[in-house]
């Protein structure tokens, strides 16, 4: 079984039963499968072909490598050991699409993702289709295939995930374009508005953190421990866009002193003076979003900064970033859900933290050194994709992600 | 006037036959212009959207920037200056297709191109058709457009040279896919087959080089000048794959005798094995070309090598290069027009070369410096844009140029 | 008062019993300053002058740097301000020997220090010794300067983390050279020997860690706060050479199993096969230290890992680094001090950790960002500066730290 | 017989008259080597020990590199194949200071230099000293070693560019430090002073150039050959500061105009403003020599200008940079020898050049690719040392050789 989440817990149903619940169970997650397969694609349909073929910078993939990347994960995990006689749609996507599954074979460098002009989108959308249509043969019969329940819940999961990628790059690739193309005229996300309200406060003592519960979660929620947490204060709100720009116009990116020298050597290298996607024109601050530049709107959560940033913000304020397990205990008190959150937390494995085996255990530990935990979830998150022990997790300079700030205060 | 080319002659036509005479030119050239803009378009007619949009590399330009930079120089150099109340297509289309011309204003970094999705493929197809019926309009009158005669042909021979680079840059962007996709299943390029034959001698003496006569030429060959050789031979043709396959096969890219110290880095920074484009599979020689990955041909000419590896192979035959001086004089009596030959000789300006006043004067002059003159053409030069007295140049290091060796030896 | 140690606690002494006890303390220190400033010397005692020159990485500074440094953290913060008429021994040295310190001026980049040839070593001896006499001029009435005490004592543990530094970038500077060159032929260092043991075992519970006590300690250490702990059991030694050995031969840096993925990536880049300092020659690994080349011996703890590679040791063991709370709990029971141990934990400041006003704030809370912690002192730590709180931090890149590993087990 | 540069002369002599002049012609440089060899120890008596290690750019090799690679190719080239029983100094020598001679082994890579503190200075001039009582030895019975003579020559000549390379490489490693150390108080250099004189004016015709004659001349002064020349001008001095100050503040450094594509990148890369070792300080032009910093002399030749600068100041002249041919067929009438003279001419090799073959072969022909040729000789240059047939080479950017300007102007 995988990600092991269910390991200590009894299985106390008679075998008619389980078998009933399963098959619930999978007839579900495959109408998930569709859902989720849909929308990838129509977050796309927005797009001209060019745009799905570009890559500024490492960070971004191009839009065209998402849609055939979360494809590959059912050809790979699921299609090809369990289907008999099924036949790869081509062999070579294995070298272009895979990501990080060095179980899998040699993968392309990944700067060299924006050099690829084919496959063309064209041809990966055929093959989304093709791996559909094979899915759906697999699943026919549902109740021969319960055991693959938690790898299709992965790949809906994994692919999800892609889908906030998706319109994290889209913007980048639009927001870097000197001519700042609309992606829709329509609205795309529900902003929320800061109100004024008091900060809520803890009282210190030993909380448990980490996921359990029935639903699906990550390999890094599990593990389920116990912390000891110090009272604090915590906002209800995160920081928006008027009390950043308080920052901004204090000299928050003149004055070292808010800085980490790694987030000071950042701001210097790269001549930072606002979040990303802020421009100055003509005397008033604007934003570039998916609908073009706008004027800034005070109100709204502040967007895209980096740790460096919001850690800076926090020494200004005289407050701190919470820790995950702070996060984690006051979530239910919490509007949260509409930027991801740096936390002071590094990534780093839970108690008995354990890799699942074969390529599926590659997925979220080799990543549990040098980055920050976020915590969260967005307003580019998918529905039903986001959970309070969700650990996200960015480098330090990174920003094109929806991440904003939250602030605590320590009570002792 | 631009580029001087006529400085010295004599102008004794009567105005009448004057006026008749530029009239005929212009309509000729009109004629050229069509042909030239439809050509551009007929290269690009092979590809995928998705081709126009990538840059692997600097030196390599996205196909959609070659047709709007060339179509920018039409707009920007005659319609803007000439046409009344002509409207440009996108004021911001300047900062994007500008290439070089500092006078023009700010230009996009080179290595930025392959980061743009917009404008699009589409977008720019119609601002070539809309420029090009401008230029209809400009030109209804022919004879009111009399002075414009040189821009006008300058613009022919520019966009000429982008075709060439078109088929440059679409080798490198489909030949570095790891599908190595097909351009076209018919046959693009016209190949020469070496045949055994003496080699020709030159005598000693003061000869004349640089351009003289009627027709159209760049202002990096005028200067008509003489020079002293000495006595030379010459081969008539091209080294052939399989001559240069010899080389390989010795150890030539193993023995730094044969190597600049420069040439000698670059080999073994970039483990160098083979000119480029050139596979080892499955125990055979392969070469990726605009038909697909073919059989590696050993009678024809050996391309897209650089000019280390051009003085390399020399220095191993006990030979040289050419001087241009050399190739020039020898010219008439050669096989040419195949490969891009390099030269021994630096590209620097002839005696008498002078900028032209404004941007134009920035087409040549700014250079000559740090780069070789390779002469003659190849199977990608446009038609009507080769002459004997053409000067082309590229860096030392660079091979994704249609270029080959021809080689010399000294009698004295 | 600087880094608010004493913060919360109650002063019940009469004053003149602080003041001798504070006289005490400082005539005391002032003994330490003398035993510091010579220690250092003679560590450089045994360089040629073109040792103290060099800086092979940027992580290293040039010997002489370090003399200088530490000399004009005395000028900077202690002489200046307080002795009245004190002249700067020359004023173009703050910009030659400031470190970090950002309230004081422009810093040298750190990669230029070993460009500079001058001041030369013998001038800066001099330095020292001007700054020294003034120091003892200055403390010559040791009652008027008791306000002095912290920032004297923080100057000496500043000299005594050079120390070590002075070890770290010597053994890079000489073992780095191709000659490797002797820097003494008597025994630097006293050694551990690894002896078979049980596993220690420590019961879950809330703990206590950070510092507290009448001694010095850094910022980094304070804010001593409780912590839950699951059950586990630490080996009471370090891992040793021949431990390592056996991951190595077992294929440890060819199985990306074992790492994470920016640790892969470092493997791979740097084509990394053994410890810092490894040599296989003839058959037979060789290890450089301050002797010289020596043969491996098996006993040893291993030193010179980097933070990957302690990691990816734990996971081919199946067990893990103990965080640093762990670490800290079971100190009082494990043979420590010869090795600066990696921890799980990342460098994030303790609950209610405050910088401390003014240039000193900069010492340690500007780093707590993508580093690791180490725990424990290693062989080369100066005598007197170490502690079971100590919180040393380095990237889990680097490497020319005396680095050792120690594993744990979670036992629930 | 290396370098063949008598290859077409006819031994006349009887067997008798040869031997002694080649025995006078080898006590003759003999005595030349004694003076060579202590004139290398001179030029570094004025440094401190940590001025022979440091190495601020690749370019820059550090004072005690050229003194023992000077020494290396003696003991490498004439004592290991010659003096029989001859034990070398230190085998791991040839590692340490072999510099391109790619035929003797592998090399250090050149920018690691500056990372090696030893060999140390002392054990550097024990080398030398060790090799040439060696020489001595070898050269005891001179009869004996009359094939050596070309060698010996070669090696002194080899020495004294090695001077030149000290006193450029001493100048940058003093005037890279924010202390501005003085090399020397008394007049090192002397200085030419421009006088206001006509142009001198040329015929056209067919001229010769190239080395002939008696005396030592490097292998790419051979292959004297015949030229065409067009009539042409040229000023009898270089150009002097205050002239190359009327460019600065007519604008030069803000004007495209005047400059290469390349050179116009490396004036905006690298916010270049003036002449190298030229400082505005306190509304006044200083200049960095070995004498210290000092007010920039109007009437003195302009130095540490690159082939862009010299270019564009050519161009803001409307005139041109000279020919290596037009130099050196003007050189007898020309004030020449204060300044190394950038030409318009890029660095190849004359008609019939031929490697001399082992690695001696490698000394000039390795390089004669993407460089420019400087003709004359510098204050720096060595007595002996220069000829007007002398070609040195550098590239366009570089600027720490003692370069500067001479013009001329096309008559046709």
Known sequence: MLFGKNENKNFKFTLMESTTII???????????????????????????????????????????????????FETFI????????????????????????????????????????????????????????????????????????????????????????????????????????????????????EQVKELSFSEGVFEIGFQGEGFCFDNELGRHQVYLDAFEIDPYPVSNKEYLEFMEDGGYENFRFWHAAGWDWVNSNNVKAPLYWYFIDGQWMVFGLNGLKEMEGKQAVCHVNYYEAAAFAAWKGMELPTEAQWEIASKSLEWGHRWEWTQSAYLPYPRFKKAPGAIGEYNGKFMVDQMVLRGASVATSKGHSRNTYRNFFKSHQRWQFSGIRLVKSLT
């Open 79 to 194: 299609l090809i050991p369990n289907l008999k006689g099924y036949k790869v749609f081509d062999p070579k996507y294995n070298y272009v699409f895979n990501s990080y599954y060095e179980t899998v074979g040699a993968r392309v460098i990944r700067t060299d993702r924006g050099n690829l002009s084919r496959p063309s989108v064209s041809e990966i959308y055929s093959y989304r289709h093709y791996v559909d249509e094979h899915m759906r043969l697999l699943f026919k019969d549902v109740s021969a295939q319960s055991e693959l329940k938690d790898i299709l819940e992965l790949g809906i999961h994994h692919e999800q995930q892609h889908q906030e990628l998706l319109y994290m790059d889209i913007k980048y690739i639009l927001g870097h374009n000197p001519l700042f193309p609309v992606y829709s005229d329509k609205k795309v996300f529900d902003e929320i508005i800061r």
């Open 23 to 73: 098959e619930n169970k999978i007839q579900e997650l495959l109408k998930n499968f569709e859902f989720v397969r849909q929308s990838t694609e129509h977050i796309c349909s927005f797009l001209e072909i060019e745009d799905y073929v570009v890559q500024p910078i490492a960070d971004v993939s191009p839009p065209k490598w998402h849609l055939g990347h979360t494809t590959w994960f």
